[in-house]
């Protein structure tokens, strides 16, 4: 069983910068896919980012690209995800998630794809 657990969630101002960090316990962190997904209050669960097991292969949705980059450190078990000039509808609950792959490339946009999920951590930006 992975647990995951989310940090770095804050209210900043629009243009400002946060960095959350998941990480993960109970499993081989460098066999996993990791992903972040955001919910804001009244809408539906949506992808952010996803990373390969290995790092070599990122995706992002496009309300993101060029703003948010997503990395790992497999010697800390731990995912994050920076988050550059951000925006008032960036404001979301910002989950981490995680499933065992056996390709290097492996990973989805689709939430019902992962097996693993953190508790969230909120991020606010005031415009």
């Known amino acids: 069983q992975v647990q995951l657990v989310e940090s770095g969630g804050g209210l900043v101002q629009a243009g400002e910068s946060l960095r959350l960090s998941c990480t993960a316990s109970g499993g081989t962190f460098s066999s996993y896919a990791m992903g972040w997904f955001r919910q804001a209050p009244g809408k539906e669960r949506e992808f952010v980012s996803a990373i390969s097991r290995d790092g070599g292969s990122t995706d992002y949705t496009d309300s993101v690209k060029g703003r948010f980059t997503i990395s790992r450190d497999n010697a800390k078990n731990t995912v994050y995800l920076q988050m550059n000039s951000l925006k008032p509808e960036d404001t979301a609950v910002y989950s981490c998630?995680?499933?065992?792959?056996?390709?290097?490339?492996?990973?989805?946009?689709?939430?019902?794809?992962?097996?693993?999920w953190g508790q969230g951590t909120q991020v606010t930006v005031s415009s």
């Open positions: 998630a995680a499933r065992f792959t056996r390709g290097n490339s492996d990973y989805s946009i689709y939430w019902s794809w992962w097996a693993y």
